[in-house]
């Protein structure tokens, strides 16, 4: 009898191109990745109707749904609408416990309105002032990797980041957290799978470490 396929749908981070998750690679006769995308909001979205929506791209039942970052939020979101196998988060939080002060001042001000996120589509002006080899790195990742830089997408995007209002979880998600995050600094986070000088984007650079785990970890075993 031929071993079922098991589905793995995988989001992306806030603005990220499913390109995030390139090397990532699963033994093919045990499963099958699904690659989701960020669309553009409706006017005055909750984060939970745009979530219903994301769902409406899930073509296969009892499927691992991971997600990174902000798409760690939505994928929780998600499953509230359909059931899953396992919920697998990275570099994410679980609540709105887990979020830096940072953000809860953001959100406490209000600053988060003010964001200039309509400089997100002028990343050549901010090439030609890239000083030093870091800033032009980055750059280089920011513009392989963000696909989506509509201001409207951004704005909401922060809004529904930092007011996110989860207060509990289930138990049976998996965190998997890097101690290097600077986004979301692991001395916030807790009961999380650890990995060692896994910095915010360890899901492009320790892509390694994800082949050689995942399939355990969804597994459960």
């Known amino acids: 009898m031929a071993q079922q396929i098991i589905h793995v ?46 769902c409406k791209h899930i073509k296969h039942d009892r499927i691992v749904l991971l997600g990174v970052s902000f798409g760690g939020v939505l994928v929780q979101e998600m499953i509230k609408h359909i059931n899953v196998r396992k919920l697998i ?6 609540s ?10 953001a959100k406490s001000t ?7 996120t309509h400089l997100a589509s002028k990343i050549e002006v901010f090439e030609k002032y890239a000083f030093g080899k870091l800033m032009a790195k980055r750059i280089e990742l920011y ?6 830089n509509d201001s409207k997408y951004l704005s ?12 509990t979880y289930s138990h049976e998600l998996v965190h998997i957290h890097g101690d290097s995050d600077s986004v979301f600094p692991v001395k916030n986070i807790s009961n ?14 320790k892509y390694k470490w994800f082949n050689e785990n995942l399939p355990r970890i969804i597994l459960g075993e």
């Open 9 to 54: 749908y995988l989001m992306p981070g806030m603005a990220a191109s499913p390109k995030i998750f390139e090397h990532i690679k699963l033994p093919e006769d045990q499963f099958e990745i699904h690659l989701l995308e960020w669309m553009i909001p409706l006017t005055d979205e909750t984060l939970n109707s745009y979530a219903f929506r994301i």
């Open 89 to 94: 988060i990275v570099s994410s939080v679980k």
């Open 96 to 105: 709105k416990h887990e979020l830096p002060k940072k953000m809860l001042l």
């Open 110 to 116: 209000g600053a988060y309105r003010v964001v200039p």
């Open 143 to 148: 513009k392989k990797y963000l696909s989506v």
């Open 156 to 167: 909401w995007a922060i809004k529904q980041m930092v007011c996110w209002e989860q207060e």
């Open 192 to 205: 999380c799978i650890i990995i060692p000088k896994g910095t915010h984007i360890m899901i492009i650079n």
